[in-house]
């Protein structure tokens, strides 16, 4: 079975870090895109950041630049989101999600999700 699953969410105050892993389960990333979402309630879900396995390219949301690193271990074939500084308007349900080919940000380019981890930061 194909599974994407997402794990590290968690509670901080602000100013705090979290990091979020996505790993595949039943297929390897050896050709995908892998994308971190979020969707915060009352809201769309928006894209975050996402990397090429490929060529490990990389793309960020204008929020998150500076303060979001995306990065991947092609052994565990697993892909990390380390989020810093993050603030209230941060707290959101995040999702990993897989792509054959590029880098996207839109949510319906993507075909494999997994099923969200609770990131909450307080002031």
């Known amino acids: 079975e194909v599974q994407v699953v997402e794990s590290g969410g968690g509670s901080v105050q602000a100013g705090g870090s979290l990091r979020l892993s996505c790993a595949a389960s039943?297929?390897?990333?050896?050709?995908?895109?892998i994308g971190w979402f979020r969707q915060a309630p009352g809201k769309e879900r928006e894209g975050v950041s996402c990397?090429?396995?490929?060529?490990?390219?990389?793309y960020y949301a204008d929020d998150v630049k500076g303060r979001f690193t995306i990065s991947r271990d092609n052994a565990k074939n697993t892909v990390y989101l380390q989020m810093n500084s993050l603030t209230p308007e941060d707290t959101a349900v995040y999702y990993c999600?897989?792509?054959?080919?590029?880098?996207?940000?839109?949510?319906?380019?993507?075909?494999?999700w997994g099923q969200g981890t609770q990131v909450t930061v307080s002031s």
């Open positions: 999600a897989a792509r054959g080919g590029g880098n996207s940000d839109k949510v319906k380019e993507y075909e494999y």
């Open positions: 039943g297929f390897s990333f050896d050709g995908f895109a």
């Open positions: 990397v090429s396995w490929w060529d490990g390219s990389t």
